[in-house]
T-cell receptor, first 112, second 115 residues
Framework: GQSLEQPSEVTAVEGAIVQINCTYQ??????LSWYQQHDGGAPTFLSY????GLEETGRFSSFLSRSDSYGYLLLQELQMKDSASYFC?????????????FGKGTRLSVIA | DAGVIQSPRHEVTEMGQEVTLRCKPI?????LFWYRQTMMRGLELLIY????????DSGMPEDRFSAKMPNASFSTLKIQPSEPRDSAVYFC?????????????FGEGSWLTVV
């Protein structure tokens, strides 16, 4: 089976940097994804790591260490609009077309 | 391009009533997923289809839940009879074979309240 662990809540100050960690256990690994969900909205894709290392997309970066079954999402220059829930996700099996299994999500609150 | 379209957006129904949620995936996408989201359990996969065929329905909570995909552009999730514990947000999502990464596209969700 699969399981993902991430903190339930994080609070950070506007303009600061925040890191949201995710550890996972899965029978087959096909990459770690991150999704963002604003209150009342749909989850939307943020980033994907298939290989070890850091992927950067603007203010957001995502890191993966497959040997440690660990990844994180890094948000820089935090803005109020970044207040949302962030989910890490892995595939259910070692296949590119099996469904994603999501963590419980980390609720990020950005304060002034 | 239109995204995944779900209806209704909000539904309040009485316990025991039948509920039908509808989804139109993105055109050309061959995978369709139904997820349920609650505070306690997070995002749970209920069932998914590939080329209109149900592949895995092990996440469907019980026989009161059923899903169909009669064609590539339409799917339904039905709850009969509904119970208060079914109150949740139900998301439909789709993806296309060969799309890079782990990207799936979610609809805006159907907010179901059973009273």
């Amino acid at each position: 089976g699969q399981s993902l662990e991430q903190p339930s809540e994080v609070t950070a100050v506007e303009g600061a940097i925040v890191q949201i960690n995710c550890t996972y256990q899965t029978s087959g690994f096909y990459g770690l994804s991150w999704y963002q969900q604003h209150d009342g909205g749909a989850p939307t894709f943020l980033s994907y790591n298939a290989l070890d290392g850091l992927e950067e997309t603007g203010r957001f970066s995502s890191f993966l260490s497959r040997s440690d079954s660990y990844g994180y999402l890094l948000l820089q220059e935090l803005q109020m609009k970044d207040s949302a829930s962030y989910f890490c996700a892995v595939r259910s099996l070692l296949s590119g077309n099996t469904p994603l299994v999501f963590g419980k999500g980390t609720r990020l609150s950005v304060i002034a | 391009d239109a995204g995944v379209i779900q209806s209704p957006r909000h539904e309040v129904t009485e316990m025991g009533q039948e509920v039908t949620l509808r989804c139109k995936p993105i055109s050309g996408h061959d995978y369709l997923f139904w997820y349920r989201q609650t505070m306690m359990r997070g995002l749970e996969l209920l069932i998914y289809f590939n080329n209109n065929v149900p592949i895995d329905d092990s996440g469907m909570p019980e026989d009161r839940f059923s899903a169909k995909m009669p064609n590539a552009s339409f799917s339904t999730l039905k709850i009969q009879p509904s119970e208060p514990r079914d109150s949740a947000v139900y998301f439909c999502a789709s993806r296309k074979t060969g799309d890079s990464g782990n990207t799936i596209y979610f609809g805006e969700g159907s907010w179901l309240t059973v009273v």
